[in-house]
DNA sequence: CTTGGAAAGTCAACAAGGCTGACATAAAAT
DNA sequence: ATTTTATGTCAGCCTTGTTGACTTTCCAAG
């Protein structure tokens, strides 16, 4: 399917749909991310937390307050595993966990001070290399890069990020 | 740093390198390349692999006849973990190992017919979430999603990802 | 030629962080 | 009063990382 060069009847250059420019699409993902997780990683392994933690404060910085079955559905872990790092983050006094309101059975998440300052340096880090890969890829180059992320979702995965990006904007 | 609105004086936009812009694009990494494992990984968790083991066969069927040393430093894994892998692979009648001709104590790595087959239907599955985000964003898009992404790589990835992306090509 | 180090691969044991299942509690909803 | 929902916990399993110790092979210096 689509393997060889494509024929002359094809019209406006479908080129960039071959399974070779699909693979190299692929290979990118691959190496992008392993250096898109590279240096919070670092940063975590001198603390006694992980990536996982890292997930969960950057959700929690981004919605204050919110549930824990909330952040279950954005991470898309079971809540044993969550819990296990919730557990560790509430210990040692990273997060706070306060009991709801209007429905008491719910646990609303919040960043203490020093859970913001350490999110702070890991997302500052994360932050800084995706800075530069969009300043060097130029603002149009961003975009598609987006669109294609986007496109490249679970509708229900899609619509969770859309709302957090209306939530942010 | 670049929190709020850029000063007027901003020149020609530099609007898609605020915080927000760069959060937005954290999160859009995170989300997509959750998608970008999925179909895989429905595939294998029926049989008894996981993705490290398509990971593996991915890249030994990309350069037949790769070294184990070569592999691992594609991988970036340790040797022993990479072992495993490769070990049940081998069982199962996947990949072949061959000894080197040359220096004996390397090991050269090729898939079987078996292992081909498998290999292939993991990335048809993989390729086509992918041409369906391609398909959708359009070739322009594509463009600048590849060089995000091979912005976003360590020095040392980037030259491994291109060494692969000529050897295709 | 021998010997010592480097390189490739293998085996064993451990840790992080996923998972399932079973169960407890409190609060809300019916 | 009963059932459902939200959360938390314990136990145990699996995958896939890790380090350490070991063997075999190769090569180069003496």
Redesign the interface.
């Known amino acids: 399917m689509a393997q060889g060069a494509p024929g002359p009847g094809g019209g406006e ?1 479908l080129l ?2 071959t ?18 997780t ?1 240096d919070p990683d670092r940063i975590l392994e001198d603390l006694d937390y992980g990536r996982a933690h890292h ?1 969960a404060m ?1 959700f929690i910085h ?1 919605s204050p307050g919110t549930t824990v079955n909330n952040l279950l559905s954005i991470l ?1 872990v079971t809540k044993q595993s969550l819990n296990r790092v919730l557990r560790t983050l509430i210990e040692d006094g990273l997060v706070e966990s306060r009991i709801g309101r209007v429905d008491k059975r719910e646990r609303h998440l919040y960043l203490t001070p020093k859970g913001t300052e350490l999110e702070r340096t890991l ?2 880090a ?2 800084a ?26 509708p229900e ?2 619509r ?2 859309q709302t ?2 209306e939530g ?2």
Request: aromatic share 12%; proline share 2%.
């Open positions: 250059s960039f749909l399974d070779e420019q699909l693979r190299k699409g692929i290979e990118a993902m691959f190496f992008a991310y392993r250096g898109f590279a997930r950057h981004r898309g997302s500052d994360q932050r290399r995706m800075r530069a890969a969009y300043r060097s890829a130029g603002p149009a180059a961003v975009q598609g890069f987006r669109q294609v992320l986007e496109a490249m979702m679970d995965l899609r969770q990020y957090l990006k942010g904007a």
